[in-house]
């Protein structure tokens, strides 16, 4: 037997192991409750670790503090590195390559070949949206797609009675810049939307549209709402008043906000003390050292706007739930999709001349100086695979439920669990097939005793990779590369914020991990060096 034939037998024993196991379709588990809950989620974009008030921040966020202490915070829960990938794994409870969004959604004009990294959800996972309809639930979503660019990948046609959104990634939230981008479209339903006006702005509306869904909702049943947010993703935008509250704010500068946001996160019981806080990136200018301060403080001060925009239409949606009567039986769920975005955009093209970051007609971004403070503790950032890139606050209410209120707790916890959940909660099993296609068994486990505050039998292991940036999480051990780069091991109980090289003082847990990865990677279809196949 040569190599290829022993790693393929390994692939198919790890994910037997790790995938968990199949149920018939749609079928009523025995436990089922009486009245199955409402099921929230909220997804927010590209924001990081500590940019909540209840995790760390000093940007006002009243309405997820407000959800935090009447739930529970996860202090280790960990996403897909980047946008598409992360929206795949929690649509689907599957890594991203298993539903085909091993990379970037691939646009109308641009379709990959059939495979790990198509661009598309592929037809062997189904959505949350899908099985739940079956069992009787009403499914809505509101807001940002990005895994499917063609009409036949639109969410009505994944299982989503009603939609409102953005199919896919970033555009301006005042309008939709279709002469550059003319894939981008929003869409109500199936039929293109055009936002009109002075008054559109694309975060507001993603609120607006959930409430309309849920003030509409028939309560004999059950529903469940999706909610993605492009906020606080580039470009940088926000209503005027928004930005006021903040400019000034950050003349600080980046390397007193970081020392700022570790103090209080160690204050929360978020962070262990063990873990130092990580130095600034070595692409980071020092504060003192900028010239342009105003700038940078204009630019952090849109991104704390956005952020709270988004909580203001959060609590909206928290208010229509209370109105209801639905607060008590509806589990909401918050996280991120990412950590905090380094990316220094340049569109030039689609900027008015002197138009200053957060006003219609600039396009900024606020970069790698701001993103190293939203990733506080950690290192790097979004599309990596160290802690910085893949850890996401996230937030769980469910009063019937959850019934100590404002805990924390440390277990770790993967986006791909947030399927299982939900199926978990309406009574629902994994489906073994669906649509005459036999169906991926989940990599995701449920979160629900974590929720009755048990210990959950954890993940044996977790993996990432993303463009060559890879990952394996075993216990307390994680062994991480950037693209190119060598491996790299962590004993994270003790080092959480990846100071401290193991590799070579512990060659033979190094070794035992990258075989376990290289094996899923070889069951998955990652390509042999971590990085994205040629047909992608």
Not at 251 to 271: F, P, S, T, V
């Amino acid at each position: 037997m040569n190599r290829r034939e022993f790693m393929r037998g390994v692939a198919g024993t790890v994910a037997a192991a790790s995938l968990g196991t199949r149920g018939n379709a749609f079928a009523q588990s025995p436990e089922s409750p009486t009245k199955p809950p409402n099921i929230v989620v909220i997804l927010a974009d590209d924001m990081g670790y500590c940019d909540l008030g209840c995790y760390g921040s000093e940007i006002s966020t009243p309405n997820l503090d407000g959800l935090a202490n009447s739930g529970l915070r996860f202090t280790h829960t960990y996403n897909a590195a980047r946008c598409c990938p992360s929206r795949a794994a929690l649509l689907t409870g599957l890594y991203p390559h298993q539903a085909g969004m091993g990379d970037m959604v691939s646009t109308v004009k641009k379709s990959a070949s059939p495979g790990p990294y198509q661009g598309y959800l592929n037809r062997q996972c189904v959505t949350i949206a899908e099985p739940l309809r079956a069992a009787g639930y009403r499914t809505y979503m509101s807001g940002k797609w990005h895994v499917g660019e063609k009409p036949e990948y639109w969410p009505r046609k994944r299982g989503f009675d009603r939609y409102f959104g953005l199919i896919s990634g970033a555009s301006s939230y005042f309008e939709l810049l279709k002469e550059e981008f003319p894939h981008r479209v929003m869409v109500r339903d199936d039929e293109p939307y055009m936002p009109e006006g002075d008054h559109f702005y694309m975060t507001d509306a993603f609120s607006d549209n959930a409430v309309r869904f849920l003030e509409e909702h028939d309560q004999s049943k059950p529903f469940m709402l999706y909610l993605a947010y492009t906020a606080p993703h580039w470009p940088l935008h926000a209503w005027p008043e928004d930005i006021a509250r903040y400019q000034g704010k950050y003349m600080m500068g980046w390397d007193a906000l970081r020392e700022q946001r570790y103090k209080r996160l160690l204050e929360l019981g978020i962070i262990n003390p063990k873990w130092a806080l990580s130095p600034r990136d070595e692409e980071v200018p020092a504060w003192d050292s900028v010239d342009n301060k105003e700038d940078w403080d204009l630019r952090m001060a849109v991104y704390a706007a956005m952020i709270s925009r988004m909580d203001y239409g959060i609590g909206r949606v928290l208010e229509t739930l209370r109105k209801m009567g639905a607060e008590e039986n509806t589990l909401v769920l918050f996280l991120s999709d990412n950590g905090g975005c380094h990316e220094r955009i340049r569109k030039d093209k689609l900027a008015r001349p002197g138009a200053k970051p957060g006003e219609r007609g600039s396009y900024v971004a606020y970069e790698r100086n701001w993103a190293n403070a939203s990733n506080t503790p950690f290192r790097l950032f979004k599309h990596w695979c160290h802690e910085g890139g893949i850890s996401t606050s996230m937030i769980a209410r469910w009063p019937k439920r959850i019934r100590e209120k404002g805990a924390l707790t440390h277990q770790v916890a993967h986006i791909t669990d947030i399927m299982p959940t939900c199926l978990d909660l309406a009574g629902v099993k994994y489906p073994e097939t669906f649509n005459g296609n036999a169906i991926t068994p989940t990599a995701g486990k449920s979160l629900v005793p974590i929720f009755e505050g048990k210990t959950r039998e954890p993940h044996e292991r977790l993996y990432w990779e993303h463009e060559g940036n890879r990952a394996i999480r075993e216990g307390q051990w994680k062994l991480v590369a950037q693209k190119k780069g060598d491996w790299e091991l962590y004993d994270l109980e003790a080092d959480r914020t990846e100071l401290h090289n193991l590799a070579k003082d512990q060659p033979d847990k190094a070794s035992e991990l990258y075989k376990a990865w290289d094996a899923w990677a070889e069951g998955c279809g990652v390509n042999a060096k971590g990085e994205r196949d040629s047909n992608g």
